[in-house]
């Protein structure tokens, strides 16, 4: 194709990771035509769990046993975050919201409750997380008493050790038992490989075998735990039918990205952005961005393998950028500082690269550079180097943000899916006054 | 005979780098019983934070030529002993536009004098050999450099010597020296929680940078200066030659070949004390600066690591009693500190630890009044199976080839099969030892890839407990012993896709994982999060 080809839309969000998906839904069920830009395979490295607030302030490496109290907390000591900035109705919507949809989608999550809970991972750490999938629920449930459990893994899923995880945590829980098997068709292999493996246990013989075989290991086991493979497009079915045959609840453990949970997860958004008519350029990245001089239209060129050589415009009324942190793109550094990758948009960050990284890896302040970010007014538009909001409709959401640290504080899918709902708020009471495009 | 807190040798040596290593096994040639004591581990100092450059001796031939000339001598006799540990990559001497004119027309007969072959290089035909060199080359000289894997070398002239007999006692820290009048009668070393005394005929010395502090220890000071020196290690190889810059010796002079990275280096820092030794921001800046002047690519070359060494220097001829045989390398007989059994060999190059090995075992066998000579320059270094697993591409081709059904690629970055770190940890094992992940990484390509260790130590631990090699809780212990001292080297070059990297090894290690709050979260009793703030 000779000639630029064109779309426009209400709003356009670039960015397809978590916070992009999330902007996008909301979006769409607030009846915005929305487009979305970006590759999705940042979800890969999801592990299902949907943190919203662990740990304030991080420094001291405080957990909270209710994020509620948590983001309070946070309101009152951190201002300036993200999560301080939205309010906990909205919050609490926002997660109701996004857990639906994803049920919705396939993938089911236990009922969200006023509590953080307490997970097991596959190195045989705790996490501290908020949403669970219903398929790991079991295991954090089980936290509680610690009676005697079977832990399984497969030989050749080379990443997850039910030994290993049984070992860290023997002393604490006596009665975790664990037992290596071979995967039912696997056994000639010397590497399996978890997606393989989770459409593998979605034929119902495959899984008979499984189940057969882990039966007569179940011994006086409360319950079963086992990687996360249990299933990917019908993972509730997969997970249901490993209960009603071994008897006992059964758990997935998440296991090291790129994993199956966060294959799930993005298989799920994906479906949901198809059925709510979000237009998708998942192969296309924005190549630039620009907005005409009264404010009324941004437009969007594409850049992607599917594009023919006239590349793709996209006109948006208002645009979310949720092009998320380094490994997302979304800000890129070179020896001299960090910079917006877009727009050049002005990032607070340290004075100097010297001061990015703690000398310790786990110093308990965690590293400055993760603080780094986009500094935005209470409509989540991003300042210019005058403060001002660089485009009167352009909204930023997610990891891109400055005054947080998603990683030490536990909050990255609370991030995601809190700012980018009160930001598809915003952008809808914007569009609302003017006329549709 | 040996009962646990009390053995006896005829040789101790302290320090288990590329001296101590080759001392052993020329002891042990010689019929010598010796054992070697390492604070931490085979080449944890300078031995191992070098850029593993087998020098032709050009680097030298204005400013020290009788060390040019000792490397020129060193470097063919390990090329054809210890050829398993070396590539003979040969190596560049290449100035720029700016450079000293005069050292570069003087270079050909300053090499001459000393013996050492350099070869004008016409400039089309280097720049078509190493596309990388700069558009600004204005001479271009071929010497015969070569790359050296100092961690095989060390490993190999141990495992030769312990086959010989050699005792090796890695983490043992020489605690103090029980002195008898002219004689040192015993030494206390601390072996893990238990206290050994070794009596020992002779001792000697070879604890690199820190022969100061044992000397100090013994009573026998020598003066010593410490220079920390930082390298960066670059993610794929720039050039397939050593490029030396021609001119006397400075910052950031040199770009070696690793196997499939580059290595380039090095500043030269005085530094007071020897703990606490990392590469800083500014030091890593000034290397890209300066080695792109020579090879522009280095300007926007992604980087993995960063690491830093430091070179001991010895003060001048007879300033700590003794004599200092050369300004390369000195060795010291204590015998006007009144000492007759204490030998200390220090300072030199990772080319000339041979001889420095071959110097102190002379004095030592002529107190001893053993006549057997020196047999290294000519005894080929046996190839040990288990030490040869630092070779990028060695455990790829091993996998390649025999893919067995239980055996499982640990590594994706620098393609490590469990095999490989089953032979290393079995090896260990049979030493008596209780090796760690560390211990792995040391001996492997484990953390040498871009991933720096956030994929494959994980993996690599969770194969140890499927082994059943490890227990309880060990495991994370051994996961950020390992990434803190990856750290250490990693964050003097976090920017561009190496800054990606390190975003997602946080995001798995603390976001997933939560290794940091491990204390914590142990702490909340009963698991659920308890703590009611």
Not at chain 1, 228 to 238: I, Q, W, Y
Not at chain 1, 292 to 321: K, N, P, Q
Not at chain 2, 247 to 266: F, H, K, N, Q
């Amino acid at each position: 194709m000779s000639s630029a080809r064109q779309d426009s839309c209400d709003v356009a969000v670039i960015g397809a990771g978590m916070a992009g998906m999330a902007a996008a839904l909301f979006a769409a069920e607030r009846g915005l035509k929305c487009i979305q830009v970006g590759n999705s395979g940042g979800l890969l490295f999801a592990s299902g769990l949907l943190d919203l607030l662990g740990v304030q302030p991080v420094a001291e490496g405080r957990l909270w046993q209710s994020p509620f109290e948590a983001l309070a907390a946070l309101a009152r000591e951190e201002p300036l975050h993200p999560l301080a900035r939205v309010d906990a109705r909205s919050i609490r919507s926002a997660f109701d919201s996004f857990v639906a949809a994803l049920g919705g989608s396939g993938l089911h999550y236990a009922p969200l409750g006023e509590r953080n809970r307490k997970v097991l991972t596959s190195i045989g750490t705790i996490k501290t997380t908020y949403g669970v999938p219903r398929s790991m629920i079991a295991g954090a449930d089980l936290l509680d008493a610690r009676p005697p459990c079977l832990l399984l893994d497969f030989r050749g899923l080379r990443e997850f050790s039910a030994a290993q995880i049984a070992a860290t945590l023997g002393e604490r829980w006596p009665g975790l038992r664990h037992r290596q098997i071979e995967f039912p068709g696997g056994e000639a292999l010397p590497e399996l490989y978890g997606a393989h493996l989770a459409r593998a246990l979605e034929s119902a013989e495959t899984r008979a075998r499984a189940i057969a075989l882990v039966k007569p290991l179940l011994g006086d086991a409360h319950a079963v735990g086992f990687p996360a493979v249990l299933g990917l497009a019908r993972s509730g079915d997969v997970h249901a039918a490993f209960e009603a045959g071994l008897g006992v609840p059964v758990f997935e453990i998440p296991t090291m990205p790129t994993s199956v949970p966060g294959l799930r997860l993005l298989r799920a958004l994906e479906g949901l952005m198809s059925a709510r008519g979000v237009h998708r350029h998942h192969q296309a990245g924005a190549r630039a961005l620009t907005f005409d001089a009264d404010g009324a239209t941004a437009t969007l060129e594409l850049e992607g393998i599917s594009t023919g050589s006239g590349g793709e415009r996209v006109f948006a009324r208002a645009v979310v950028l949720a092009t998320g942190r380094f490994s997302g793109r979304g800000l890129s550094a070179d020896r001299a500082g960090v910079r917006e990758s877009l727009l050049g948009l002005p990032v607070q960050q340290p004075a100097s690269r010297a001061a990015w990284h703690q000398r310790d890896f786990l110093d308990p302040s965690g590293h400055a550079i993760n603080r780094a970010g986009l500094r935005v007014d209470d409509a989540w538009r991003p300042l210019d180097a005058g403060g001002t909001p660089a485009w009167p409709r352009l909204h930023a959401v997610g990891s891109i943000l400055a005054h947080q640290d998603w990683m030490r504080s536990k909050c990255g899918a609370g991030l995601a899916i809190a700012t980018a709902w009160a930001a598809i708020d915003q952008v809808t009471r914007e569009l609302r006054g003017t006329a549709a495009g | 005979m040996n009962s646990p807190s009390h053995t006896e040798t005829q040789v101790l040596i302290i320090g288990g780098g590329a001296t101590g290593t080759a001392l052993a096994r020329d002891l042990a040639l010689r019929g010598v019983d010796c054992i070697l004591v390492e604070k931490d581990d085979i080449n944890s100092g300078a031995s191992g934070h070098n850029h593993g450059l087998l020098h032709s001796g050009a680097r030298y031939v204005a400013s020290d030529r009788q060390t040019a000339m000792e490397c020129r001598a060193e470097g063919a006799i390990l090329k054809s002993v210890a050829a398993q540990t070396i590539e003979n990559t040969g190596g560049y001497f290449v100035a720029v536009q700016g450079d000293d004119e005069r050292y570069v027309a003087d270079f050909p007969s300053l090499c001459a004098r000393a013996g050492i072959a350099a070869r004008a290089v016409d400039l089309t035909a280097a720049r078509a050999l190493e596309p990388a060199l700069s558009e600004r080359t204005i001479a271009v000289f071929e010497v015969p450099d070569a790359s050296i894997d100092p961690f095989r070398l060390s490993l190999e002239s141990m495992a030769h010597a312990r086959s010989l007999g050699a005792r090796l006692m890695r983490r043992s820290r020489v605690l103090g020296f029980e002195r008898d009048g002219r004689r040192i009668r015993a030494v206390r070393v601390q072996c893990g929680s238990e206290e050994l005394r070794v009596e020992a005929a002779q001792i000697v010395n070879a604890a690199g940078a820190w022969a100061r502090e044992l000397a100090l220890l013994a009573a026998a000071p020598v003066e010593m200066a410490y220079f920390k020196g930082t390298l960066l290690v670059t993610h794929t190889r720039l050039a397939s030659r050593v490029v030396n810059r021609l001119r006397l010796p400075a910052d950031a002079d040199i770009l070696m070949p690793g196997g499939t990275v580059s290595i380039a280096g090095t500043t030269s820092t005085p530094v007071d004390a020897l703990d606490d030794i990392y590469p800083t921001t500014a030091e890593v800046d000034l290397i890209v600066a300066e080695a792109a002047r020579m090879l522009p690519p280095l300007e926007t070359m992604r980087y993995i690591r960063a690491y830093a060494g430091v070179r001991p220097l010895v003060g001048a001829p007879g300033a700590g009693g003794g004599r200092a045989v050369s300004r390369g390398y000195a060795l010291f007989d204590h015998e006007d500190q009144g000492l007759d059994n204490l030998a200390t060999i220090t300072g030199g190059k990772l080319t000339t630890c041979r001889l420095m090995a071959e110097r102190a075992a002379d004095l030592v066998c002529r107190r001893l009044g053993v006549t057997r000579p020196c047999l290294t320059a000519t005894t080929p270094l046996p190839v040990a199976p288990e030490c040869g697993w630092t070779e990028p591409g060695r455990s790829a081709r091993a996998w390649m080839r025999s893919h067995a059904r239980d055996d499982t690629l640990l590594c994706e970055c620098e393609l490590v099969p469990g095999r490989a770190v089953d032979a290393i940890y079995d090896a260990l094992r049979a030493q008596g030892d209780a090796p760690t992940l560390t211990d792995i990484g040391l001996r492997s390509r484990v953390g040498k890839g871009a991933c720096q260790g956030a994929f494959c130590a994980p993996r690599t631990v969770a194969h140890l407990y499927n082994r059943g090699d490890f227990q309880a809780r060990r495991g994370l212990a051994e996961i950020l012993d390992f990434f803190g001292e990856r750290w250490r080297g990693e964050r003097a070059v976090l920017w561009g896709e190496q800054l990606a990297q390190a975003e997602l090894m946080e995001a798995l290690h603390c976001g997933v994982f939560g290794e940091e709050l491990q204390a914590e979260e142990l702490r909340t009793e009963d698991l659920r999060g308890e703590v009611s703030p």
